[in-house]
């Protein structure tokens, strides 16, 4: 059993750090193409205090705010 459980811990953690490498390196080469919010998109607003995520509101984005280099930075 322990051999079992060693093995399942060994490839999960294997897959789920590949998989999180991948995933790091795919959005590296995104950024710059765009923005990643878009008007219309419903989006999830957390707050400062400490609460859990199912309690965070859920906002649709009006208007996009823009920086003085063209990226967004902001939304309404």
């Given amino acids: 059993m322990r051999k079992v459980l060693k ?23 995104q950024k710059g193409t765009g923005a990643n919010v878009t008007v219309g998109d419903v989006v999830l607003i957390k707050d400062d205090d400490p609460t859990p995520s199912s309690k965070w509101r859920l906002r649709k984005v009006l ?5 003085r280099d063209g990226r967004v930075r902001g939304a309404e």
């Fill in 7 to 29: 093995d399942y811990w060994s490839r999960f953690r294997d897959t789920y750090f590949n998989e999180l490498r991948q995933m790091h390196i795919y959005r590296k080469d």
């Fill in 63 to 67: 208007q996009l705010v823009f920086g």
